[in-house]
């Protein structure tokens, strides 16, 4: 089957910036902000990815998710360092969706039979991983809202939306390092810790479930008016359901089942596995990070 692309093509820019109270030097990170390529969902076409100052080593190449992954390091002293993205993709539209999937006790069945370990097999996402370790109140609230007579697919949208209804977003709440147990107790956070949690409750019932880094296309109240690179990147949820249906991916933090206008960067047991940078280096005081994203459609 011939397949045709460009239902809708999606231009992305990105700034990463992070200022440095004293220069830094002998640095080195590890970024992922590109989005991959999914056949029959998503192809990265025109892209450039600048690093600001040039760093003295640069590596591109893919880690074990098959997530895209840019090593760079930098020798001199630098009072910044900048990450600029710039791509186009493009989007095939979702076909009609289905729910095959049986009820969670077959799924639990099926991946414990599984014993091939590839990229994307279910049982590297049963927890625990860096940023995950079980927790009493998240596994008693997924037990609450499992119905074990209803199928894995329709168990993940419960669960999606319950968690919905009991957490507020609130980007001063927490930051990139508070665990999932905490963002629960103050149920307040950001789209990483809904995806943890939810990553959590799914993996409590019996769920494989991953995470899932990307960019969102938002649109402004109506009547106002898109402010560029007022976003930012974007995180939701991967679920297992069973060899029929596959994976599927579902976001907490807006309570619907992922569509187009969420463009794939990668795949990992957390967030840690697909951080946006990573890295070290030498320097005395503080520094600040900002980030700014922007998605549109083309025609737009």
């Not at 900048?82 to 099926?110: F, N, T």
């Not at 060899?243 to 187009?260: K, M, S």
Request: charged share 20%; glycine share 8%.
């Amino acid at each position: 089957m011939r397949i045709i692309w460009c239902d809708m093509i999606y231009s992305i820019r990105l700034t990463i910036t992070h200022r440095y109270d004293q220069p830094a030097a002998n640095s080195r990170h590890l970024i992922r902000v590109m989005p991959t390529t999914i056949p029959g969902r998503q192809r990265l076409t025109t892209h450039v990815l600048e690093i600001m100052p040039k760093p003295a080593v640069r590596s591109d190449g893919t880690d074990f998710f098959g997530n895209t992954a840019t090593t760079c390091a930098h020798t001199d002293q630098h009072a910044e360092m900048a990450i600029c993205l710039a791509c186009h993709v493009e989007m095939l539209e979702a076909p009609g969706w289905q729910d095959v999937s049986p009820p969670v006790a077959a799924v639990r069945k099926e991946w414990e039979a599984i014993t091939e370990l590839g990229a994307h097999s279910p049982v590297h996402f049963l927890g625990p991983a860096p940023r995950l370790s079980t927790d009493p109140a998240i596994t008693a609230f997924a037990q609450g809202v499992f119905d074990p007579a209803a199928t894995t697919a329709a168990n993940v949208s419960t669960l999606g939306r319950a968690l919905h209804d009991v957490m507020t977003f609130d980007v001063a709440a927490t930051n990139v390092d508070t665990d999932a147990s905490e963002a629960f107790r103050l149920k307040r956070g950001v789209c990483q810790d809904f995806s943890h949690i939810m990553i959590l409750g799914l993996q409590a019932i019996g769920v494989p479930a991953a995470y899932v880094s990307g960019y969102l296309r938002t649109l402004p109240p109506e009547g106002g008016i898109k402010l560029e690179g007022a976003d930012a990147m974007h995180a939701w949820v991967r679920a297992w359901c069973g060899a029929r249906q596959g994976w599927i991916e579902y976001d907490p933090t807006n309570a619907t089942l992922v569509g187009t206008d969420h463009i794939v960067v990668g795949y990992g047991r957390d967030y840690s596995d697909i951080a946006p940078v990573n890295g070290h280096l030498r320097s005395s005081g503080g520094q600040r990070s900002s980030q700014a994203v922007d998605v549109k459609l083309v025609q737009e």
